[in-house]
T-cell receptor
Framework: ETGVTQSPTHLIKTRGQQVTLRCSSQSGHNTVSWYQQALGQGPQFIFQYYREEENGRGNFPPRFSGLQFPNYSSELNVNALELDDSALYLC????????????FGQGTRLTVV | AQKITQTQPGMFVQEKEAVTLDCTYDTSDQSYGLFWYKQPSSGEMIFLIYQGSYDEQNATEGRYSLNFQKARKSANLVISASQLGDSAMYFCAMRDPRGSSNTGKLIFGQGTTLQVKP
C-alpha cells in the first residue's frame, strides 16, 4: 500500500475525445509525476509537477497537460485522443525533502478505440 | 543520453533458489540514483531497492540485493530464496540527475518478466 490512488482503474474512450485521469497522493508529497506505459514496455515520463507548477516534461505533445492541487491531488488531461494513447498511465509522488523513492499508484488503463 | 538496458525479456527460477536480473545503464553524470521496481499484473509499481552512485556498499533490502559495479555501469538485482509471489515484471530505473533539484524523473528499462516455478 503506497498511499497513492488513481481513478478510474480502467477507461475506454473513442479517438478524438478528451480524457481526465486523477491521482491522489500522500499528504506531504508535493511532487507528482505522470508516466505512460505501453503494453510490454517500460514507463515513459510525461511530466512532473512541484507545488502546482510543471517543472519537468518528457517527449510528449502539448495535448498532454496536467494540474496539481493544494490537497495533493493531481490530474492528467489528454486531448484529441489517438489510438497510440492506449496505455497504462501511472502517477508517482514523493516528498520534497527526504526519501529517494517515488510511490506509485496502481495506474489507469486507458483504451482508445 | 541517459539510458537503461535490460537484456533479459524473461527469466525462470525454481522456488527457493536465487536469481539475478541484469541491468546496465548509460550516463555521463557522476551523481545519479538507481532503482529497482516490481510490477505485478495488477499494474502498481512497487519500490524494491535503491543505490546511489556514491554509495560504497551494495544496497540490500531483505531478500533483495543490488550488485553495483560502477566501472561496468551495471546494477544487477539479486533475489535470494525466490517465492511464488515474486513472479512479476521487474524494472530497473535511473533518476535523471539533470534539471532542478526537485526533478524526480525516472528513466526505465524495458523490464524483465520473472516466473518462479514451484
Amino acid at each position: 500500500e503506497t498511499g497513492v490512488t488513481q481513478s478510474p482503474t480502467h477507461l475506454i474512450k473513442t479517438r478524438g475525445q478528451q480524457v481526465t485521469l486523477r491521482c491522489s497522493s500522500q499528504s506531504g508529497h508535493n511532487t507528482v509525476s505522470w508516466y505512460q506505459q505501453a503494453l510490454g514496455q517500460g514507463p515513459q515520463f510525461i511530466f512532473q509537477y512541484y507545488r502546482e507548477e510543471e517543472n519537468g516534461r518528457g517527449n510528449f505533445p502539448p495535448r498532454f497537460s496536467g494540474l496539481q492541487f493544494p490537497n495533493y491531488s493531481s490530474e492528467l488531461n489528454v486531448n484529441a485522443l489517438e489510438l497510440d494513447d492506449s496505455a497504462l498511465y501511472l502517477c508517482a509522488s514523493r516528498p520534497n525533502r527526504g526519501g529517494t523513492e517515488a510511490f506509485f499508484g496502481q495506474g489507469t488503463r486507458l483504451t482508445v478505440v | 543520453a541517459q539510458k537503461i538496458t535490460q537484456t533479459q525479456p524473461g527469466m525462470f527460477v525454481q522456488e527457493k533458489e536465487a536469481v539475478t536480473l541484469d541491468c546496465t545503464y548509460d550516463t555521463s553524470d557522476q551523481s545519479y540514483g538507481l532503482f529497482w521496481y516490481k510490477q505485478p499484473s495488477s499494474g502498481e509499481m512497487i519500490f524494491l531497492i535503491y543505490q546511489g552512485s556514491y554509495d560504497e556498499q551494495n544496497a540490500t533490502e531483505g531478500r533483495y540485493s543490488l550488485n553495483f559495479q560502477k566501472a561496468r555501469k551495471s546494477a544487477n538485482l539479486v533475489i535470494s530464496a525466490s517465492q511464488l509471489g515474486d513472479s512479476a515484471m521487474y524494472f530497473c530505473a535511473m533518476r535523471d540527475p539533470r534539471g532542478s533539484s526537485n526533478t524526480g524523473k525516472l528513466i526505465f528499462g524495458q523490464g524483465t518478466t520473472l516466473q518462479v516455478k514451484p
